[in-house]
């Protein structure tokens, strides 16, 4: 059971250069989402998807964009990358059986974006 | 608007001592908290959580977290420290009021390191 699977692990992009991170999870998860972290704060989320067909905005969705492709597969895409989206980012996924809210996420690995 | 802030960037604590990882929270409704860690070059994974009930809290590994309303705290304790315990630890809320995403927000994090 792999659980959550996200390629590339590392990456290195030029200013302006176009990328897709790919994500997707084996456990039948309704809800997917995408965060990235950087040192000294944390883990912020950038765009989640509560279901097939539905993406949403978190708290940094600037120069971002996603993909809901089915329910295992939820891609993030950087259009132009900038200095700024160096980071690593983490999708994760959770079942939206029982308590709302209350359901534990399950992470990938997580990716090494550097954006010289 | 949900928030979770710790206030140790680093706890260091002797193999065999007691530990402690603080964590409050800001929510206007009653809380849903996390705690969840992350170990070097990995996706993070889920140690425990409260929903209700039982203000005490019993996860993996041996840790335990004690819910406390009026302090609006969520602390992460152990009584015998190990030094595989050294790791990054985030605590997390979602206010189930609040609407919006299921994804949680973080605190920044903080670093436990177990010396022998």
């Known amino acids: 059971n792999a659980g959550v699977t996200q390629t590339p692990k590392f990456q290195v992009l030029k200013t302006g250069q176009s990328m897709t991170l790919q994500c997707a999870q084996d456990?039948?998860?309704?809800?997917m989402y995408w965060y990235r972290q950087d040192p000294g704060m944390g883990l912020r989320l950038i765009y989640y998807s509560a279901s097939e067909g539905t993406t949403d905005k978190g708290e940094v969705p600037n120069g971002y964009n996603v993909s809901r492709l089915n329910k295992r597969e939820f891609s993030l895409r950087l259009e132009s990358a900038a200095p700024s989206q160096t980071s690593v980012y983490f999708c994760a996924s959770s079942d939206s059986g029982g308590i709302s809210g209350a359901n534990v996420l399950t992470f990938g690995a997580g990716s090494r974006l550097t954006v010289l | 608007a949900q928030s979770v802030a710790q206030p140790e960037d680093q706890v260091n604590v002797a193999e065999g001592n007691p530990l402690t990882v603080k964590c409050t929270y800001s929510v206007s409704g009653n809380p849903y908290l996390f705690w969840y860690v992350q170990y070097p070059n990995r996706g993070l994974q889920f140690l425990l959580k409260?929903?209700?009930?039982?203000?005490l809290v019993k996860g993996s590994y041996g840790f335990e977290a004690e819910f406390n309303k009026s302090q609006t705290s969520f602390h992460l304790k152990k009584p015998s420290a190990l030094v595989s315990d050294s790791a990054l630890y985030f605590c997390?809320?979602?206010?189930?009021?609040?609407?919006?995403?299921?994804?949680?927000?973080f605190g920044k994090g903080t670093h436990l390191i177990i010396q022998p």
């Open positions: 997390a809320v979602r206010d189930p009021s609040g609407g919006g995403a299921d994804g949680l927000t």
């Open positions: 456990m039948n998860h309704n809800s």
């Open positions: 409260y929903i209700t009930g039982d203000n």
